[in-house]
């Protein structure tokens, strides 16, 4: 078992909390694109089933696998039909914004819900809390990683979404470019030069801070 354990990127103990993590986190994650672009008359997503918390409409079977393989993945992207919003460029950004601002509304429910139960002298198993830290600390990840201006991201969208006509039409024509070099920063070993440089400085920072936010109301 040792070595089918090193074949995880998390330890075997901690499968199962990161497991039931990113069932909520990518299900949240993708039910807030569909409920943010429905809001804004889109209803392509409604339509195809996705405005939901069934998880099982959401999570992509590969995607999922490869969050315990190599450590990263994805759930099934909701699909978008800008054509339908009033005001394109708002909702774009709003939708966008949508999923990885439900993963740090996720992370703040996790912090207190571990405060509370402290705070008024729950008690709970040691086990309860190393879960809520898996949760806290893979929401903060996918919260910030999603914000990254890099195809296909939200934080691309975003940035897409903001630029001007001109910037916006270059963007599009080199996207191609930009999914192929996200790929080979993310499972190429410079992500040790890139992506985890921002993740070792970035998710402490945000995860101390929201930690020190609610520690603060509850005690």
């Avoid at 990263?72 to 394109?88: E, Y």
Wanted: aromatic share 18%; with cysteine.
């Amino acid at each position: 078992m040792e070595g089918f354990s090193r074949f995880f990127a998390y330890p075997l103990e901690l499968v199962p909390y990161v497991a039931i993590t990113l069932v909520f986190a990518f299900t949240f994650h993708e039910f807030a694109h569909a409920y943010v672009a429905y809001k804004f008359g889109d209803h392509t997503a409604q339509k195809q089933g996705r405005l939901t918390l069934n998880p099982l409409q959401h999570l992509d079977p590969f995607g999922t696998i490869l969050i315990f393989i190599a450590g990263f993945g994805w759930a099934r992207p909701v699909p978008v039909n800008r054509f339908f919003f009033k005001k394109p460029r708002l909702a774009g950004v709003l939708v966008s914004a949508a999923g990885p601002l439900s993963n740090l509304v996720l992370a703040c429910l996790g912090f207190i819900i571990a405060y509370g139960l402290n705070r008024f002298g729950v008690n709970a198993p040691d086990r309860l809390y190393d879960f809520f830290e898996i949760f806290i600390q893979l929401n903060v990840v996918l919260f910030i990683f999603n914000l990254l201006p890099l195809p296909p991201l939200d934080g691309y969208r975003i940035v897409e979404d903001l630029a001007p006509n001109e910037v916006r039409a270059k963007m599009t024509q080199y996207e191609q470019y930009g999914i192929l070099i996200f790929l080979i920063l993310v499972i190429t070993p410079l992500d040790s030069y890139t992506i985890q440089p921002i993740f070792n400085v970035v998710v402490p920072w945000v995860a101390g801070g929201l930690s020190n936010f609610f520690y603060g109301l509850f005690f």
